[in-house]
């Protein structure tokens, strides 16, 4: 029999064991539980597995170990890369990745190994996932003895999309980013032509008033000569002056008008773009706490050093959207902390709101998602209890990590 592969290591014992062959493979030794080495699985799941369940920095600790020169400068790309190639080798680099990762999930492992059959596996990882405990689950059920293919086709893609979830929120917002960035170009370049006009009727205003004012002690000089010694000639100069100062008086006050008119345009021009700005500067904390957050788990799992960030503490979420409720409780459980919801009087009760306040530690609430009678009884309730209470932007997965992130948390 010829064995594909890409099969996994369990499934390849499976097939070995219904054709009266020993169970075993002549390159495949299992360990002293019967779990599959990382060497054994499929090349495809290598990725999902590194990305998932190994910290980048336990990975650059085992490139160093294994004597690679820049194992502690080179990019994150390159070094997952490096990680999946030794992952589908039998030798001291796969061995030593065998090592770190069942360290690091050991628990896990000894939880799973209670499990005898695919079913009991199957049930163990949905209770690992609908907690948000993704990593060490992933690791101990993958390589299970008793997980087939079937089973293992239905984990990854159950990883797979958790990935997507996050990402998805990311790129739209990075999308809108993008969008506000192109618009705030077009206004500032609006902005500096409105100004060069307002200089350039401001120079013509002054010009004018000089003009006017050199017309004016005209004026009065012609005014200081006694008619008598006017010759009509001189007269009819004098008037064709007065008229002209008119004029040029008139056309000064319609320039004013018309500057204080631009003045106006500018600084409601102004305030749009501080406000675009001010957008712009929150969608970007946004997307850099998004990126960070994921930086070291591609399913949004917490990395060591965020992982008790939210120890103890309990936030409460009103309002949004319900199926991002659950990704944002998973989120928050994972960085040990506990998500309260209301759905912001849709069809929870708004007298519910005052008790959830008072057992939580954080209010949280997407202004875009939530009612004006919610807003002002959520806004009553935190300042009776003195709890913090933050408005969101949106109820975007982006808005919510930027605000439970430690360097732009909870304040």
């Not at 809108?176 to 409105?194: H, K, P």
């Not at 005014?223 to 064709?240: C, I, N, Q």
Request: with cysteine; hydrophobic share 40%; net charge neutral.
């Amino acid at each position: 029999m010829t064995h594909s592969p890409h099969l996994h290591g369990s499934a390849l014992r499976a097939l070995a064991a219904s054709a009266g062959r020993p169970a075993f493979l002549p390159e495949a030794a299992t360990d002293e539980a019967g779990r599959d080495r990382i060497w054994e699985l499929s090349e495809t799941l290598h990725c999902s597995i590194v990305g998932t369940c190994l910290s980048n920095a336990d990975a650059r600790s085992l490139l160093a170990k294994l004597g690679i020169p820049d194992a502690r400068s080179m990019s994150e790309h390159r070094l997952h890369g490096q990680v999946v190639h030794i992952a589908g080798r039998k030798d001291s680099g796969g061995r030593l990745l065998q090592k770190a990762l069942d360290r690091r999930h050991e628990r896990e492992i000894r939880r799973f190994s209670s499990a005898r059959t695919a079913a009991e596996v199957r049930a163990l990882w949905r209770e690992f996932l609908e907690n948000g405990e993704i990593p060490g689950a992933y690791w101990a059920a993958i390589t299970h003895p008793a997980t087939d293919w079937a089973l293992v086709q239905d984990i990854f893609g159950e990883v797979h999309m958790l990935s997507h979830l996050v990402g998805q929120s990311n790129r739209a917002d990075i999308r809108r980013l993008r969008r506000l960035e192109a618009d705030l170009s077009e206004r500032d370049e609006a902005a500096a032509r409105q100004e060069r006009r307002i200089r350039d009727l401001q120079a013509e205003r002054d010009a004018l008033d000089a003009r006017r004012r050199a017309g004016e002690a005209a004026g009065a000089v012609a005014m200081a000569v006694p008619e008598s010694r006017a010759t009509p000639p001189e007269g009819d100069a004098l008037k064709a002056l007065a008229g002209r100062l008119d004029r040029e008086r008139a056309h000064g006050q319609a320039l004013e008008e018309k500057v204080a008119v631009l003045m106006q345009v500018v600084g409601r021009l102004s305030a749009e773009l501080e406000a675009e700005a001010a957008q712009a500067r929150t969608l970007k904390e946004e997307v850099a706490a998004l990126e960070s957050a994921l930086a070291e788990r591609p399913d949004g799992e917490a990395a060591p050093d965020e992982a008790a960030h939210l120890a103890g503490r309990t936030v409460l979420y009103v309002g949004g959207r319900p199926r991002q409720v659950a990704n944002l409780r998973r989120f928050a459980r994972a960085r040990g902390g506990r998500l309260l919801s209301h759905d912001g009087g849709i069809e929870d009760n708004l007298a519910l709101l005052p008790g959830l306040v008072g057992q939580s530690d954080l209010v949280l609430m997407p202004v875009e998602c939530v009612s004006h009678e919610a807003m002002g009884l959520l806004k009553r309730a935190c300042h009776d209890r003195d709890r913090p209470f933050r408005p969101l932007r949106s109820a975007s997965v982006a808005s919510f990590v930027q605000a439970v992130t430690p360097s732009q948390g909870p304040r």
